[in-house]
């Protein structure tokens, strides 16, 4: 035991005591959290060199991601990677159920692990236990333990996608020697933009452990979009194929990602912005947090009649659609907001009218839906500065702010679409940057298992 366990077990210990034993947040695999992964996670044999009867432990890459957001950026690294590398295992490790869940999505639920917590004796079995060649860790998740241990076992570390606040490079530098401990312990920074790197530099890592690549986020923008995403959800909901000012179909509105607070100012904001005369918009809420859900419910039935996505009947044979039967529809399922943002007329991602830094707004921009956020996003600044600068994303500063961005496009929904359309298109030109983190791993996996590349399938 260290200092550091000292004082973990008086901050994350009672933490993770209460998630375990009073919410039961992570179940039957709690025990990932102490270091002790299922026997699956243990590295499998391959052939060394292709040479038939030659077996050696496989080279394994652990990738960190915290939550939803992270574990969406690492998937596109990580796909990468192993198309590189086919003789590698991949272990991926989340925070948050949420996050798990869009890892699972990616690299199937027998690579997927809880991340555990930074003691050092969890922390040493998490690593005896998945062996890693290489760990590479999304944005600025670094624990001291974590990457002592990673040194003690000489495990190369990357910190792809990296970004730190200035806030965050404030507090380290109150603590310098704990500071350049860590940046140091990180052989590679990957970050999103030349402030993010002057950041590190300020903390104490070297300049040539810095590239600067670029986000990944901006890789999760689909060159193509499928229309008929889209048109599944208009139909499931009940609000037609297109809404028009002069009437026909109910315009469609997604609040995504929201927080305390957030919800009852949209839905507030979204009644008083429809337009005399013109069909009620559908609200659709999708809460950042699910354990909301009964909460969020509460407070959007004085708003009109709330139904759960969960509780929709099944779509009619195509061609046909359902009723509408509520003006507000509840999101209580995983992983189905960035589709049922396709639907969306307009949205607005949460976290932004609270002080939390923001959601991912670049979700709805990238499928060309005009989108409003609040003032507060310093998690996706570079992004953020990019899209207000154009125009092409709104910001507000409350209530009356986004009453009036979705009375706009109420009124003009073409003018509306032509928006979303510009802001996809700024998007699009920033892709690449997942490629660029991956070439660099490309030889940091070569030197951790000091191969020659043709052993990596490179």
């Known amino acids: 035991m260290n200092l550091l366990d000292a004082a973990y077990a008086v901050t994350l210990g009672p933490h993770y005591c209460w998630h375990r034993l009073v919410t039961g947040r992570y179940g039957s695999k709690a025990g990932e959290k102490t270091g002790r992964p299922p026997d699956r996670f243990r590295s499998s044999e391959t052939a060394a060199a292709g040479s038939p009867g030659n077996f050696r432990e496989a080279p394994c ?23 590189s590398h086919p003789l590698w295992d991949i272990r991926v490790s989340t925070t948050t159920a949420t996050g798990r869940k869009v890892a699972e999505r990616h690299f199937g ?48 570390v990357a910190v792809a996608n990296a970004r730190i606040t200035e806030r965050s490079a404030r507090r380290l530098a109150w603590v310098p020697w704990l500071a350049r401990r860590m940046a140091m312990a990180v052989d590679e920074w990957y970050v999103q933009t030349n402030e993010y790197a002057e950041r590190l530099r300020r903390i104490g890592v070297p300049d040539e452990r810095i590239e600067v690549a670029g986000s990944i986020k901006y890789d999760s923008i689909p060159e193509t979009i499928d229309p008929d995403e889209g048109r599944f959800y208009r139909r499931l909901f009940g609000c037609g194929e297109l809404y028009r000012h002069e009437g026909g179909a109910s315009a469609l509105a997604v609040a995504g990602s929201t927080h305390p607070g957030e919800e009852a100012v949209f839905l507030a904001a979204l009644c008083a912005a429809a337009p005399t005369g013109a069909g009620r918009p559908l609200a659709v809420l999708a809460p950042r947090h699910p354990e909301r859900l009964d909460e969020v419910e509460k407070l959007a039935r004085p708003f009109g009649k ?20 509520a003006d507000i529809i509840l999101i209580d399922s995983l992983g189905e907001l960035a589709r049922i943002y396709g639907a969306a007329d307009f949205a607005f991602v949460g976290g932004t009218l609270i002080r939390h830094g ?15 956020v609040g003032p507060h996003l310093w998690n996706f600044q570079e992004p953020a500065e990019l899209l207000i600068g154009a125009g092409l994303l709104r910001r507000v500063d409350g209530p009356d702010g986004l009453r009036q961005a979705m009375a706009e496009w109420l009124a003009d929904p073409a003018a509306a679409a032509e928006l979303g359309e510009r802001a996809r298109g700024e998007l699009l030109k920033r892709r690449g940057a997942a490629r660029r983190m991956a070439d660099r791993l490309d030889a940091l996996a070569r030197r951790a298992t000091r191969m020659e590349p043709d052993l990596n399938g490179v």
């Open 109 to 156: 639920v027998e690579n997927v692990v809880y991340f555990p917590l930074d003691f050092s004796g969890m922390v040493a079995r998490a690593f005896a236990r998945l062996r890693p060649s290489l760990v590479v860790l999304m944005e600025l998740e670094i624990w001291p333990n974590f990457l002592a241990e990673a040194a003690r076992r000489g495990v190369p």
């Open 61 to 83: 890459l652990w990738l960190h991601a915290v939550s939803v957001g992270e574990a969406a950026a690492a998937a596109e690294l990580g796909k990468l990677f192993l198309a």
């Open 358 to 372: 923001g959601q991912n707004f670049m979700e709805p921009c990238g499928l060309g839906k005009p989108t409003a």
């Open 306 to 325: 709330v139904r759960r996505r969960s509780s929709l009947p099944e779509l009619p044979p195509p061609g046909g659609s359902l009723e509408r039967e």
